[in-house]
Every structure is written in C-alpha cells, then in structure tokens.
C-alpha cells in the first residue's frame, strides 16, 4: 500500500514551517530568535515536537516517537486526517452512524462529502456493504469509532475493514481505557493504512487541557506532523499529560471507581420503570432508551441533573456519563422522582 497516493497532492509537496526552534534546537543561550517577551513565566513557546510528552507516550505503549502525533484534542487529529487526504469538492469520506458527530461536521467545514452506511440493530458494522460502497465510492477514510459513542459497544469487524479497504482507517478510541479489549496500537505494524486516536479527555480526566494523540505508521505520521501548527498545545498541556501518564495510582483508583460505579448505575437503572432499554456499554456511559426521553430529559434538568439526549440519532434515548457514587446517587434518586 502507497500513502503517498492517498495524500492530496498540495500536501505531498507542501514545505513545512521551519520555527525558531526548529532553526536552533539547543537550550542553552540568550534567546533574541523568537520575538517572545524576555519577562514572564509563560513567555516562552511551548516544544513543537512535544519531544517529552511523546517520549512518556512512547514507553507507556511500547511505539516509537515516530508513530505518534499530538493533537489540540483528538479534534483536531480528525480535522488535519481531512486536510491530509481530502480534497475538497472531490474525495469521500465513510462514517457509520449512530456515531460521534465530529466526524461529519469536520467533513462539512472541509467540504467533503459524507457516505453513512448506519450500524445494524445490534450497533455493529455492515461489514460487506461497508466495503462494497467504500470501494465504489473511491472513499479516502473510513471512520470508525470503538467503543462508539453515543451507543458504547465495541465494534466486531474491524480486522476486516483493515485487511480490505484500500483506503485509510481511522479508528477512534477515545474510550479504550474503559473497556475489555486491547487497543488496535499493538497491530500497528501489520496495517499500514491505520490511524488510531485516543485523548487525554476521558479516562486521564484531562478534557480542559486538550491533549488528542494519534497513532500511526511512521509514514503517515510524518503527514501529520507536516500540517499540524506548529505549537498546538500548550507547554502547560503538554506538562500535565506528561503529569497523567505518571500518576498510574491515580489513573487506576479514578478508572476502577468509575467502572465499579457503572455496574451499580447499569443495576439501579434496570429497576426504574421510566428505563425500557439498557444497551450494553464499554465506555464511562451508558444509553437508555425510556418512555417520553424528551420529557424525561427535560423534567432531570428541573433537579440539576443533566444528561445527554440523542433522540435526534436514536429514538427516545438518552446517554448518562458515570459521575461520583454521590452524582449517580442523585441521577438514580431523580429518576425515581419522575
Ligand atoms: C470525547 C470524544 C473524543 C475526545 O475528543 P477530544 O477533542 O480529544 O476531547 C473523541 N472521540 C470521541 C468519539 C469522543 O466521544
């Protein structure tokens, strides 16, 4: 497989931006390169290359610093795979829906055109007209998000996705830590067209600071790093991912308490009346389908409980992210009220 073909052509020759610190890489001097501010505790620009983060990354998850690129956000990763490989008016994308809806607006902003080949009743992929259409449809990538949000299922068929289409797969894992499966990472080197993203936003309860990874052959990575600006996250950011990744007790007593809080919000909800459905999750929430989802929503809003309703994408659903035992109390509490 060629990704140099798959690239649009401005990008393929695009020359990238040099910075000051790209220019000189060294620490130590008098610093008049950069036209920052002699004075001040944050005047200096962050590292582009985010060389410390990446390093920290890199020993976690056993890659080399090659194969991965930090994003302001996974948000961003998706925005720059469009620009990467998308040209506008021209070259299609495929989603799966009910999913993230990112993916279509960033599609949208980027003027380029969106294929949904939906998700069957169990949320799993329509693997053979997946393909077929990809195929037909010339389609650069295909966008795949395990565990999905907003249904929280793990996807089934992605190995085949990745062994038949010829074009990128863009695999979202934002809630991988949450859940019973291994993440795609590990097959990095078997598939060259795989782009795996992952954020600090959800498990390493990092969502203000905007720190997005994506994982990928050393080739397309380089892309990445080609069009990304040059200082796209913030010194500040960069340290407290840096600060995440260390603090393992942490990360494993706030992930063991919300997946234990899971199970007894799952336990408490298939009591209550209101709840018709609970679909099986793998992430930090969970959707219920419930008589009225509309009044349920707003009437939960009146006891300052809010949660999310996806009605538009499935009918009388709602998804309700696991908070603190004393939140949950409260949602389960509330709900009872109704
Ligand atoms: C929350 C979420 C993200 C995270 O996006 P960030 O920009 O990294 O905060 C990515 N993908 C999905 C499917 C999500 O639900």
Redesign the pocket.
């Known amino acids: 497989m060629k990704i140099a073909q798959l690239v649009r052509p401005n990008i393929l020759s695009l020359k990238p931006y040099s910075s000051a610190r790209d220019e000189f890489p060294g620490t130590e001097g008098v610093f008049l390169d950069a036209n920052e501010n002699p004075y001040g505790v944050l005047n200096r620009y962050p590292d582009p290359h985010q060389a410390i983060l990446k390093q920290t990354i890199a020993n976690e998850k056993n890659l080399s610093v090659n194969q991965i690129m930090i994003g302001n ?4 990763i998706i925005d720059l795979a469009f620009r990467i490989f998308c040209e506008p008016g021209k070259d299609k994308v495929l989603v799966c829906s009910p999913t ?1 809806g ?1 993916y279509r607006i960033t599609a949208d902003i980027n003027n380029v055109e969106v294929v949904d080949i939906p998700l069957n009743e169990d949320f799993q992929l329509n693997t053979q007209l997946l393909l077929e259409v990809a195929e037909r449809e010339s389609v650069k990538i295909v966008f795949l ?1 395990s565990p999905n ?1 907003p249904t929280g299922n793990l996807l089934k068929d992605i190995d085949i996705v990745l062994r038949q289409f010829e074009g990128i797969v863009f695999v ?1 894992e ?2 991988i830590d949450f859940c019973s499966q291994k993440s795609l990472v590990e097959k990095l080197d078997e598939f060259p067209n795989l782009i795996v ?1 992952q ?4 498990a390493r309860g990092l ?1 203000n600071a ?3 990874m994506a994982f990928g052959a050393p080739e397309i990575i380089e892309f990445f790093n080609r069009v990304k600006p040059p200082y796209n996250v913030s010194g500040i950011n960069q340290k407290a991912a840096v600060d995440a990744l260390k603090d393992r007790e942490g990360f494993k007593r706030n992930l063991y308490s919300i997946l234990s809080e899971r199970e007894k919000v799952i336990e408490a909800l298939k009591k209550l009346r209101v709840i018709k459905k609970i679909f099986p999750t793998e992430a930090n929430f969970v959707l219920v389908q419930c008589m009225h989802a509309g009044d349920v929503y707003q009437r939960l809003i009146e006891k300052k409980v809010i949660v999310r309703n996806r009605s538009t994408q499935i009918p009388d659903t709602l998804r309700i992210s696991i908070g603190t035992p004393e939140e949950n109390r409260l949602l389960i509490k509330s709900l009872k009220e109704l």
Do not use: I
């Not at 956000?73 to 961003?76: A, P, Q």
């Not at 954020?199 to 959800?202: A, E, R, V």
């Open positions: 956000g996974s948000d961003e993230y990112m998000c949000n979202d934002a809630y993203s954020t600090f936003s959800k969502a905007r720190v997005g």
